[in-house]
Each structure stands twice: as structure tokens, then as C-alpha cells.
């Protein structure tokens, strides 16, 4: 039986100097092992792809199915976790993410493994949404600028060590233990959670918005289902375009449910502040031509280049240290205005794209390696503010809806963008394949786009020209969506410094042990 408000209010209030650095571990920790579930298996897909016969689609729905679930899910979760408590959320996360990792271990055919993925996303949602919610109901003042950077640095520092984790881990004990080591990191965060942090609901949130969780997530799924089989099944087909329709036809719905909701779980009105307007964009370009950008680099620089997983990860540190470095070293930042920190970050990121673009078929991996660098500090600029408008735009008994929606853009943001670069990845290699060798190459470049050079190979039966043709397709294709992700991260850069306004953000102290009029605390 839970205790008393008081009773857990006092709880909170004894020995909170450290018990919040402990929750801050856990927060930090489930966070981590959320996001570097999202790089660690990138470097792992070659080799899932030839162990598990998998095609190009089958290889973008092992990101996209935890991307999917993992987006559509996180408001819903901030929802609950303002009514029933944050804390709990985030240890049921724990617990069904940690399981669900243990299945994907297990696997043995792709479908197995891609709905253990999607199994994973539910957890990865309660984990995301409360994350930045949890910070703020614990810190205030020059404190929170610290928690968050160091929350910002655990994003980057996910992205910086996954590559090399999982290609370690491939390398040496197989793919199924880039899942395998999510159970001690999940087990261990549990504890902590339970023993540590303190349970904080919003005592005014409503029930559940079923509704606008339904047609959200259903406009998410077929939105993504279309980008993924337009290609295979023609861009004009009857089923891409009934399903393309249908994914707007629900998404005007959760518009019409949201606006009749008293408490929606996506506030509408939101739009009408400019700040959420300008991060809400910024946040979808940087998933969306940023972070889906690292699946299709990692295949190059193995199926392309023929790295092994490892090799390929390392080559990837450039980008992915300094994302986690990054957002330590400019903590001394916090009082700039964060429209220029945010609109500096994407700008750094999408000249760094643009810089990668133009590879050809006898680059060498050094080719990247300025882009690279670009690309890590404009993402170790941009977390940090984002993370610090999405938390300024609403008041803070309203953080957990504010999470979900800032993490909702940037996962959305990633699943819409694997799909879609995925689309005019496998379009131009098809496109280059048929310039080179002449009449329908369509099954040529769906073993190029999945298994690259050493996929053509096996396809050449003794033909000439297959190979250097393929390898000039992949580097076409990768310029191509290394310049389209360019073009978007630019985009949310002038949307961040056109839009966001440090008059639009309100300066409210955290919800904590003082706020009891605006937070009920509760033992979990």
C-alpha cells in the first residue's frame, strides 16, 4: 500500500542530495540503454542480413519497427505517466524493454526478430517519455542545467559507443549479443529506480486519450508501412496510395479528437507558441536527416567498403564521440540564447552532410571524415537545446506530455526518415544499375542496397562490369540521401532561429518536494 502524500513528500525531502544523483543514474541509464539500441544494431545489420536471409525492406523494419513503436507510444506514456506517476512508467519500461531484449536475442527468423523489436519500442516509449520529466521533477535552478547536460551527453554518449559496442559484439560473440547485454544494464537500473526515485503524478491529469492513441498510432504506421513498400510495390500502386491516403485520413482525425480533448496528450495549442513550433521542427530534421543517416553510412562503409562490424563502428567515432563530448564541454553555454545553440547545432550538421556528399566508387573512408567531424558537434550543440525548450514550453506539472512530444518528433523524425531515405536510396541505385547495365535491374538493386558490393558478386555469374557498376550505384545512391538529409537538417535550422524566442519560454521551478500544490508525490 503506498504511503500518504506528506508521508512520501517527507521521504523525497530526507537525504534527497543524493538520492536525486541516484535517480539521475537511473534516468540516465535507462536512456542509454534506449538510444544505443538504436545505433549498436545498425552495425550489426550486414550481418543479421546474411545470417537471416534478410531483404532491404526486412532490414529497415529492424530499425523502423522499434523506431514505430517506440514514436507512436511516447505521448500516450507521458499521458500516463502525468496520471499514475512517472517513476512507475519508467520501471514497467525497464522491465518489458529488458524482456523484450532477451527475445530479440533469441530470435531465429526475421519476423521473430523484427516483433521483438516493435516489443522493445513499447518499453523504449515509457523509458523516453519520462526521462526529461523525471529530470525536472528532481532539479531546479543551476542543478537542472547540469542534469540536463548530462542527460545530453548519455544521448550522445548512446550514439558514440553503440557503433563500437555492437561491432565488437558482433565480431566477436555473434549479433545476438548487442541484445544480450541489454539484460544486466536493464536488471541493474531497475534496482536503482526502485530504491531510489520517487514516484510524482500530475494530481489534475484525466484518463487515457484512447482515441487520439489509436488514430495517431495508425497514421504513424501506415505512414512508415507506405514509405517502406513504395519501391517494391510502385509508387502509383493502388495499395501505396490507398494506404498513403489512409495515413492522412487519420491523421486529420487525431488532429479532430485532439481538439475536442480537454487534456489532450498532444496539446494543440501548443502550435501557437512559435518556441515549440521552431524545436518541434528542429527535433523531426534531426532525426529524420541526421539520425536515420547512420544506418545507410554503416552499410556503405561495410558492404561498400568491406569493413568488418568493428572497423566499420570505428570509423564512425569521429561523429559519434563528440556528440557525447560535445554537450560537456558548452554546459558554460546555458545562458546563451538556445535559438542560436539549436540553429548553430543543425546548421554544423548539415554542412556536414553536404560535405560527406560526393563520394565516388574509389573513396576511401577519409572521404567522410570532415563531414563526420561537423556532423558531432552540430548534434552535441542541437540535444542540449533541445532538450531545454521542450522542458520551457509548457508549465512543469505538464512535463511529462512536454517529453513525450519532444522524443515523439525526434523518433517519429527517425522512422519516417529510414523509410523515406531508404526509398530514394534503393530508387537511385536501381536508377544507376539500369544506366549502367541496361534494362530492369530492380532484383540487382535490392541485393546491392541490402548486401552491397559482395551481394552483386554472387549475382555477376561470370559477367563483367556487375561489380564496378554496383559499387558506383551505392556511392550515387549515398550522395543522394546525404544531400536530401541536408537539406532537411537546414530547414530545422532556420526554423529554430526564426522561431524560437526566449520570451516564449516560462521559467518555472521544477515540481519537487515544494510543489506540492502542483505535484502529488507517491511511493511506487
Not at 543524493?18 to 544505443?36: D, E, N, Y
Not at 521473430?112 to 516493435?118: E, F, Q, S, V
Not at 507506405?226 to 488532429?255: K, M, Q
Not at 545553440?341 to 556536414?352: D, E
Request: hydrophobic share 50%.
Amino acid at each position: 500500500m503506498g504511503s500518504r502524500p506528506d508521508e512520501a513528500l517527507a521521504a523525497q525531502s530526507s537525504g534527497s542530495s543524493s538520492r536525486k544523483w541516484w535517480a539521475l543514474i537511473a534516468i540516465c541509464g535507462g536512456t542509454f540503454m534506449l538510444l544505443v539500441d538504436l545505433t549498436i544494431v545498425q552495425v550489426a545489420l550486414p550481418r543479421i542480413q546474411r545470417d537471416l536471409h534478410a531483404s532491404f525492406t526486412n532490414l529497415q523494419w529492424v530499425i523502423d519497427a522499434y523506431a514505430l513503436t517506440l514514436s507512436a507510444l511516447i505521448l500516450t506514456n507521458g499521458t500516463l505517466a502525468d496520471r499514475v506517476g512517472r517513476k512507475r512508467v519508467f520501471v514497467g519500461g525497464l522491465g518489458l524493454f529488458t524482456l523484450a531484449s532477451l527475445l530479440c536475442g533469441v530470435s531465429g527468423s526475421m519476423s521473430l526478430l523484427i516483433a521483438a523489436r516493435a516489443l522493445q519500442g513499447f518499453g523504449g516509449a515509457a523509458m523516453f517519455a519520462t526521462s526529461l520529466a523525471l529530470v525536472a521533477q528532481e532539479f531546479r535552478g543551476p542543478e537542472r542545467a547540469g542534469a540536463i547536460a548530462a542527460w545530453s551527453a548519455t544521448v550522445g554518449g548512446a550514439v558514440a559507443v553503440g557503433p563500437l559496442i555492437g561491432g565488437a559484439l558482433t565480431d566477436g560473440l555473434g549479433w545476438q549479443w548487442i541484445f544480450f547485454v541489454n539484460i544486466p544494464i536493464g536488471l541493474s537500473t531497475m534496482f536503482i529506480s526502485v530504491t531510489r526515485m520517487v514516484n510524482v503524478r500530475d494530481p489534475d491529469a484525466e484518463r487515457l486519450d484512447w482515441a487520439g492513441l489509436v488514430t495517431f498510432s495508425g497514421a504513424l504506421f501506415l505512414l512508415i508501412f507506405g514509405l517502406l513498400r513504395g519501391t517494391d510495390e510502385g509508387w502509383g500502386s493502388a495499395l501505396i496510395v490507398s494506404v498513403l491516403a489512409g495515413a492522412a485520413v487519420l491523421l486529420a482525425a487525431f488532429l479532430v479528437v485532439e481538439l475536442r480533448q480537454r487534456r489532450p496528450m498532444f496539446d494543440l495549442s501548443l502550435f501557437s507558441n512559435r518556441a515549440f513550433c521552431g524545436v518541434s521542427l528542429a527535433t523531426f530534421t534531426i532525426g529524420a536527416g541526421m539520425f536515420a543517416m547512420f544506418p545507410y553510412l554503416t552499410l556503405y562503409l561495410q558492404n561498400a567498403l568491406g569493413y568488418s562490424p568493428l572497423q566499420g563502428g570505428l570509423r564512425l567515432l569521429p561523429a559519434t564521440v563528440l556528440t557525447f563530448i560535445v554537450p560537456l564541454l558548452s554546459r558554460g553555454l546555458g545562458g546563451r540564447p538556445p535559438a542560436a545553440l539549436l540553429g548553430a547545432g543543425l546548421g554544423l550538421t548539415a554542412l556536414g552532410l553536404a560535405v560527406m556528399h560526393g563520394v565516388t566508387a574509389s573513396s576511401h573512408w577519409t572521404a567522410l571524415l570532415p563531414g563526420l567531424l561537423l556532423v558531432g558537434v552540430g548534434i552535441g550543440l542541437a540535444n542540449p537545446a533541445i532538450a531545454r525548450i521542450a522542458l520551457g514550453v509548457v508549465p512543469p506539472e505538464r512535463s511529462g506530455m512536454a517529453s513525450g512530444i519532444s522524443n515523439t518528433f525526434r523518433i517519429g523524425g527517425l522512422a519516417v526518415g529510414v523509410a523515406g531515405l531508404g526509398a530514394f536510396f534503393e530508387h537511385r541505385i536501381a536508377t544507376s544499375l539500369e544506366a549502367s547495365l541496361g534494362g530492369n535491374q530492380g532484383q540487382l538493386a535490392k541485393a546491392v542496397a541490402s548486401g552491397g558490393v559482395r551481394a552483386a558478386a554472387g549475382l555477376a555469374h561470370g559477367r563483367s562490369g556487375i561489380v564496378e557498376a554496383s559499387m558506383r550505384a551505392f556511392a550515387s545512391g549515398l550522395n543522394e540521401i546525404l544531400l536530401f538529409g541536408a537539406g532537411l537538417a537546414l530547414i530545422g535550422a532556420i526554423g529554430a532561429v526564426s522561431l524560437v524566442r526566449r520570451r516564449d519560454l516560462q521559467q518555472h521551478p521544477a515540481p519537487g518536494p515544494s510543489a506540492a500544490s502542483e505535484a502529488e508525490a507517491v511511493s511506487a
